[in-house]
DNA sequence: CTGTTAGCGCATTCAT
DNA sequence: ATGAATGCGCTAACAG
């Protein structure tokens, strides 16, 4: 076909220079019914009244010239263009998928469709970004990984443009309850942990990478959370920090030379799902074993955690429920519905897998006559009804 | 902020009444710099001449204003919407991630935004998507999966809308240097699968549920050639068709009932990534070790692939790679250059890793009276040179 | 019931 | 170098 056919307008001037514009438009379908466009207009919308005959040649006219009208043109009247955003900072973990999903499920459902697009971690790219979903209109954004702060979202407050999750005291309340989720469960499985005898824990990140939302609140929610909990149990807590955009093997190597060390921890903490195929692939490296050796956990849940051997302990995240709600949350916003906290429910939970278990104290590999680790005796239940 | 603030246009009156339109228009920043609205048309776009101070008063007030035109308006003269469309049957698998993930980066490089949308396998609703697509009278469209046919490509087609990959002649070359890697691939890995002994293979699908091309593209080059090669070399071959979203669990239960018939398959295959948690779960439900019980294969390659113990052999394709070369091949269509097949380029090939290893041909579990299975001795080298 | 008209926000002649 | 006028495709108000 390309590019060659119908380069003319119904009355046979040559369209517009840029492209031809192949389009059938409204005043194609009223010249062909024998109607005015405001009919044709009506007829296609059910609005105001219609002959059912000439509503019938309006649809005959349609079908045979295939007429679609114009969602942009519409939009420029009624200012709603039945699209929203997405926003997150790439694409590469499975919880950006979930997310997505979550999306687009409650946008097609209510008849949207969804822009996406990818900040790459950088607050300049999230700012052309929101500044592009400006210029496209969208009516309304769910910012998945938000890098560059408040000041990004004003792009799109500025213009009255609804974003989730929400900007101002709402949204201080439902970080709050998904702060508040996240560190129960987090404390649960330091608990856990210590309640099993591991005194050595390693948290694996990667720097500039998280999940769904801000650094910020992992620190506040997961990384704090453990430090405390650690510290109080006499939990040595180290963090195995890889740089952002590592090759899984590049990841991997970093925890195996974590696991050289003289005192090598006996649990390992994902920060994210993202960084749990690297921590698997350096632990199996590594030749050690799970549990025997060493305890996994991670954070985020997916079909493969439940698929590994042994299946891995989580703390789960129904990312895709989430961003459900919260899109769901943004539609009703956008005609009318003030946003409302308890629309969205946060079901962070530890669930334990086969990949944690009480330790086995090994003796360190290296040098043995290095302060020899103090041999504390694992007791299988120790602290524990 | 709410919808509160700035209900009036510039001259004081009302606005439309659907929504208050917040947004600042070519008109107030006109008026705000004290010129007409030409000149900050001229001024914004480096287009035409326009004096040094006028420009800087446009661009002075533009910032003031936080103006941002309208990418809508713009495309009702240009008819380019700077948009793409991007379908895929759903977002479940990482499969689909990559895709989107190639489609994004080839889009966004070129200042090209990308509406997502997902058919749920139903012609239909892809249909409708199509349609949408028409609406929205998206640039260009990257089909990853299509559930519809060609019929459902025509909607684009009889629009003038660039569809990749590109239907006609196009189409069949590409394909047909897909198919070709496919089935090479294929081949070296049923071969190696024969050459270590085993003689009754399972090929797991979902039905309805496949990667990013049709299920006839994936029948001719992956089912059909393994048909063909084992039955060469007389091998059984199983196929465990598993519902189309059945949890993994269901699927996993599948699985596990095949391992329990009295000649059970010694090698299994996932026919896409999407089915393989699953299949690695049913198999270690039914206790079988990898690789000394069964040897697993999969389709697609994941970084999770690469992290199970132990290390998941595929036919491994980098679709990522590829859907950021359609791409660029449909933007540079749009643009006017013809799309030319060599821009493509498939690198489909089995990766051999510890997932696979010789059969020992486990005597049937169940009743020893049944017909005593062959016992054929197990050359680890038998045709072969 | 239907046609005419006036914009929506912007880029582009065509005058000046 | 600039402004007034036109139209992209569509809907809504108004007048038949």
Redesign the interface.
Known sequence: ???A??ERGTDGRVL?P??????VTIKDVAAHAGVSVATVSRAINNNGYVAADAKARVLAAMKKL?F??????R???????M?IG?VVS?????V??EF??GV?EAA?EKGY??????SQGSPEKEREIF??M????TDGVVVGTLVGGQRNIDIL????IPVVPPPGPLARQLNATWIAKEIAATREMAERLVTLGHRHVAFVTARGVSGIRTPSFYRKARFEVLVDCFSENGVEFDVVDIRRNAA?SEMAVEVVKATRAPSAPTAWVAATHLV???L??GL?MADLDIPKDVSVVSYGD???A????P?IAVVGHDISTEARALTSMLLGWIDGQPPDATQVEYRTRFIERQSIGPTRLRPPKLSRSLEPSRTRPVPASSSRS
Do not use: I
């Open positions: 076909m390309g590019f056919g119908a517009s840029k492209r031809p514009n192949a389009f295939g679609r009208p114009s969602q942009r043109a939009s420029m009247r009624s200012s709603r263009t699209t997405a790439e694409l590469v973990n499975l950006h998928l997505l999903r687009d097609s469709v969804v822009l996406v697009a990818t500044q592009r400006v210029a496209e209109r407050a500025d213009h009255n899984v749990l195929p690297s698997l692939t199996r997916s079909p493969w439940r698929a590994y051997r299946p």
